[in-house]
């Protein structure tokens, strides 16, 4: 059997096809006919995934990049930790929008060295995030009594060992909440991509609007989003209580 955009079919299409007469009051209810609903869901279906490459890569580089950013703003070296400030005031001080347009239409990503939209975005992302992650990371080594440390150098334990061992474990506790905030935040700043035409979620709703001129669409995309985010906060919250053993 062909498969296509609206296969397979939505719930209301088969009510329509077994008889109940549903079509007609889901299209004045809607402003969309079943197999208009069926399609746009399809479609918002297949654009999750660009959604969720952006999200994925996006924490593959800014969690690393943080945790670096964040002993470059506790170095006591000046020089490293005043560019370090610099960059998280001018990251976090300037909107993530104008960051895109900025690596897209000023910096000519594409047409320099072959950045694709997405390629970019996520650049652009993960430089971002990655400021806001340097300012958690620092907040939970700096919340840990420094007597640990004292008392890890008496053991004989190197500071790397320290760090990894015993410091880097509370720290993961300590962070999780802030960062179940930004982890949530980044779902929904994805739709921000599409300000240089990367296709997503957001961005295929508002062309069904446009062409169905119906709010439903919209209605769709946020339900994704809300489901994204709920997957997002139960896996924080099990990571919690995995970790409720350092209090």
């Known amino acids: ?28 209810v809607f402003g969309m006919t079943p197999e208009a609903i069926g399609s746009a869901f399809m479609q918002i279906l297949q654009y999750t995934l660009e959604t969720v490459k952006l999200f994925g890569f996006t924490l593959l580089f800014a969690l690393p990049l943080g945790l670096v950013l964040a002993f470059g703003r506790m170095s006591k070296f000046w ?17 993530l929008m104008l960051q895109l347009i900025f690596f897209w239409f000023g910096l000519k990503l594409g047409s320099t060295i072959g950045f694709s939209r ?15 992650f340097a300012e958690i990371y620092r907040g939970g080594i700096e919340g840990v009594p420094h007597g640990q440390w004292e008392a890890a ?20 506790k300590r962070v999780l909440p802030p ?3 930004e982890f949530m935040t980044l779902v929904k700043d994805t739709s921000l991509a ?44 099990i990571a919690e209580k995995k970790l409720s053993y350092y209090q």
């Open 194 to 237: 599409r300000v240089i035409a990367v296709v997503e979620i957001t961005s295929i709703a508002e062309k069904i609007l446009v062409r169905e001129m119906s709010i439903l669409p919209i209605v769709i995309a946020g339900i994704f989003y809300l489901a994204m985010n709920a997957v997002v906060s139960k896996g924080f919250s």
């Open 118 to 132: 997405m390629e970019t975005a996520i650049l652009a992302f993960s430089l971002n995030y990655a400021a806001y």
């Open 79 to 95: 020089p490293v930790q005043w560019l370090t400030r610099l960059y998280l005031l001018v990251m976090r001080g300037t909107p």
């Open 179 to 181: 960062m179940s905030n």
């Open 1 to 28: 059997m062909e498969t296509g955009a609206g296969w397979p079919p939505s719930p209301f299409i088969c009510l329509q096809r077994m008889g109940f007469g549903m079509g007609q009051w889901i299209t004045n």
């Open 153 to 172: 150098n008496v053991l004989g334990f190197s500071r790397a060992q320290t760090f990894f061992r015993i410091i880097l474990p509370q720290v993961i």
